[in-house]
């Protein structure tokens, strides 16, 4: 199917703006394909995922015995963190330690959103707050930088900063809202780069930063992915890939047991991320994450391929308001707004013009794809 010569997937709403895209012979894409030969057969959500899952949380209660917390759960304050929480809590009956990062971006309704259920729920927060003068230096550097990634220094401080808590802590669980059900396409390498590359982060961060990283969290690889895991034992669950999640139904769960608020689009509990995501990422790029998660929704029979079709003929981003957002980003970022349209407008790059550790990632996934631990991941 052509349209203004980008090829779209017949099954899903992925198309050739993702330029490694490939389609079968009846225009299905790879995306689906990974999805419906690889996933689906193995993820199991009744009662033979039930039982593997049941496993899994019997081992942390036992190795959490006698202590305060058994495990910690990562939370934005978004609909899958949102329902782990509950889930882990009156489902499973974990008694986790709420993580929470705060890297300056945080939406009202994230933080309503994340208060309502740790009171709801009687848990424990801990929010960790990034050096607000760091990570605004790192997110100007990757401005600067040119490249699509420019959300990574949120990202990687979520992740960094979780591993090391757990280290340090001697937490042997981590539970992220990681799933399947919402995220079973992935965002291509080209329009969204790993974010726990250390060697790119710093390389931008050399080239176009102006405040050394004294207390931002840098993580790398091979420290949470071998050494962790293997070495110190910390182990990362993703508890919603064992049981039947629907997001609606989920979100409807929580509006009415929590009075939890619903966000127009995924992602958007940080306001960088509702700004980067609607509004740079495609108008920039031509990269329009909504396809992604409209295509994992479609493979979960979540949404039809039509609903999509429609809701991606409008923008993802408010047009009334899309000149506040672009006002309150460059103030909070203290540029002026035509500097941050100097940005919008210059040359692109991508993560190859940058040092990077591509080579240990491209490596990582084929032996986890050898072994059967990862069975999509990125490409
Ligand atoms: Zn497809």
């Given at each position: 199917m052509k349209n203004n010569s980008i090829s779209i997937c017949t099954n899903c709403?992925?198309?050739?703006?993702?330029?490694?895209i490939i389609f079968d012979k009846d225009g299905i894409c790879d995306h689906c394909n990974t999805f419906y030969n690889k996933i689906l057969p193995n993820w199991h959500t009744d009662e033979k995922g039930r039982k593997v899952l049941n496993q899994i949380i019997d081992k942390i209660k036992k190795e959490g015995?006698?202590?305060?917390?058994?495990c910690i759960l990562g939370i934005s304050g978004g609909i899958d963190s949102s329902f782990l929480t509950y889930v882990v809590k009156e489902e499973l009956g974990l008694n986790p330690l709420i993580f929470h990062v705060d890297?300056?971006?945080?939406s009202q309704i994230a933080v309503n959103n994340i208060e309502r259920l740790v009171d709801g729920l009687s848990l424990d927060l801990y929010t960790e707050v990034i050096n607000w003068e760091e990570i605004k230096d790192l997110q100007l550097a990757f401005f600067k930088s040119?490249?699509?990634?420019?959300d990574v220094p949120q990202d990687h401080a979520f992740f960094a900063n979780m591993y090391k808590f757990a280290s340090k802590h001697k937490i042997k669980y981590i539970l992220t809202g990681?799933?399947?059900?919402?995220?079973c396409v992935r965002n291509p390498i080209e329009w969204m780069?790993?974010?726990?590359?250390s060697i790119q982060l710093k390389d931008i961060h050399k080239k176009?930063?102006?405040?050394?990283?004294?207390?931002?969290p840098v993580t790398n690889i091979l420290w949470h992915k071998v050494y962790l895991p293997y070495i110190k034992g910390i182990k990362l669950i993703r508890?919603?890939?064992?049981i039947p999640y629907n997001k609606e139904d989920a979100m409807q769960l929580l509006v009415d047991k929590f009075g939890w608020q619903k966000y127009p689009?995924?992602?958007?509990?940080s306001r960088f991320t509702k700004f980067y995501e609607s509004y740079w990422l495609p108008k920039r790029?031509?990269?329009?994450t909504r396809k992604v998660q409209y295509s994992s929704l479609i493979l979960t029979e979540q949404m039809t391929r039509d609903e999509a079709i429609k809701e991606l003929?409008?923008?993802?981003?408010?047009p009334e308001t899309i000149h506040q957002d672009f006002e309150y980003v460059a103030n909070k970022l203290d540029i002026s707004t035509e500097e941050l349209q100097l940005y919008m407008d210059s040359p692109k790059k991508n993560y190859k013009d940058y040092k990077s550790q591509d080579f240990i990632y491209r490596i990582g996934a084929k032996l986890l794809k050898l072994v059967g631990i990862e069975r999509g991941g990125k490409r």
């Open positions: 709403v992925m198309d050739s703006t993702d330029s490694k015995k006698g202590k305060n917390f058994n890297a300056g971006w945080n040119g490249v699509p990634h420019i990681g799933n399947y059900s919402t995220e780069y790993y974010q726990s590359d176009f930063g102006q405040k050394p990283l004294k207390s931002y508890p919603l890939d064992y689009q995924k992602h958007f509990e790029f031509g990269f329009d003929k409008e923008p993802a981003y408010d």
